[in-house]
């Protein structure tokens, strides 16, 4: 008599008792390995997310030129420059920005700080600073929160969605990992967001920005690498609204540059004194 014979039916799994024990139960061993394996190689989302914060978002204390351009249907109908400066928190992880309003000049001079999950506005003609949200429009379909520097893996939890190709932002084909972004603090820019990153280099390539109820805003397309400050970063951001996608709005970084960022700088208590 043979081991397969001799095998109790209580052994076995059920659908093979019912089948009268006609074949040795090898399958369903082999599923079982393959979903353990896929479980354990299924990679991190949270992970992946952290990664590409890493990519946009520089270590060191640093500057840039931010100049935002709005088009309807491909024509330019306002533009804004920021003059940025920010880093980590070392207490509690988050990035603190500095934003100077340089052009037009009715608005040089203007200052926006972030500083934990606080936005304030501060207006030197007037004194005073006001809170603001960052959800709120800057320019264009370009919000309050699209300027300043955050680091999203902080601010959402990340579902790993699916592995798929997309074409980017300057028309080629990338693998990449499609997340989903849930936020988890109130004060972030968009409740839900759907990114795309490449699977080799970690590179934030597009960005589906969501209402709560699940209503496209508007995308993003991330582009124009250059290697800033030692490593690939994206120095354009293209903005399309989610219903009109004649309506755009580009973003262009420039002047990158490693600085010392006083803590001062970035108190509110100090916006009537920052001088640039």
Same mark, same amino acid.
């Given at each position: 008599?043979?081991?397969? *014979?001799?095998?109790p ?15 040795? #139960? ?14 354990? $190689?299924?990679?991190?989302? /949270? ?8 990519v946009?978002?520089?270590?060191? #204390? !640093?500057?840039?030129?931010? *100049?935002?351009? +709005? ?19 070392? =207490? ?8 100077r309003?340089? $052009?037009?000049?009715?608005d ?5 700080? %972030?500083?934990? &999950? ?5 207006? #030197? ?6 809170r603001?949200? #960052?959800? /709120? &429009?800057?320019?264009?379909?370009a ?11 902080? =601010?959402?939890r ?6 798929? +190709?997309? *074409? ?14 849930? $936020? ?9 967001? +759907? ?12 960005? &589906? %920005? ?9 995308? $993003? %397309?991330?582009?124009?690498? /250059?290697?800033?400050?030692?490593? +690939? ?15 755009v709005?580009?973003?262009? %970084?420039?002047?990158?540059? /490693? ?9 509110? =208590?100090?916006?009537?004194? !920052?001088?640039?």
């Amino acid at each position: 008599m043979t081991a397969m *014979t001799m095998l109790p039916a209580s052994s076995l799994p059920r659908r093979h008792v019912l089948r009268g024990l006609a074949v040795w #139960p090898v399958l369903p061993l082999a599923s079982t390995l393959s979903i353990a394996f896929a479980a354990s $190689a299924a990679p991190s989302a /949270q992970a992946i997310l952290a990664a590409s914060d890493a990519v946009r978002n520089p270590e060191v #204390p !640093f500057g840039l030129t931010n *100049t935002l351009t +709005e088009y309807r249907n491909g024509q330019q109908t306002d533009s804004l420059t920021l003059a940025i400066v920010a880093k980590a928190d070392p =207490e509690r992880g988050p990035f603190r920005s500095l934003v100077r309003f340089v $052009a037009p000049a009715r608005d040089a001079g203007k200052l926006m700080l %972030y500083a934990g &999950r606080d936005l304030w506005f501060f207006d #030197p003609a007037s004194k005073a600073s006001i809170r603001l949200s #960052p959800q /709120q &429009r800057l320019l264009g379909q370009a919000s309050n929160g699209d300027v300043v520097t955050v680091n999203l893996s902080r =601010e959402h939890r990340a579902e790993w969605v699916a592995e798929e +190709e997309i *074409t980017d932002g300057e028309r080629r084909p990338r693998r990449c990992h499609k997340l989903r972004l849930q $936020a988890t603090v109130a004060e972030a820019s968009y409740p839900l967001i +759907e990114l795309w990153v490449d699977t080799g280099t970690s590179q934030p390539l597009k960005a &589906r %920005y969501l209402a709560a109820s699940g209503q496209l805003l508007k995308t $993003a %397309y991330f582009r124009r690498w /250059q290697r800033q400050l030692g490593q +690939e970063r994206p120095t354009e951001t293209v903005i399309i609204d989610g219903l009109d996608p004649g309506w755009v709005t580009v973003m262009r %970084y420039t002047d990158w540059v /490693q600085r010392e960022v006083p803590d001062a700088w970035l108190q509110r =208590e100090f916006l009537p004194q !920052f001088k640039p």
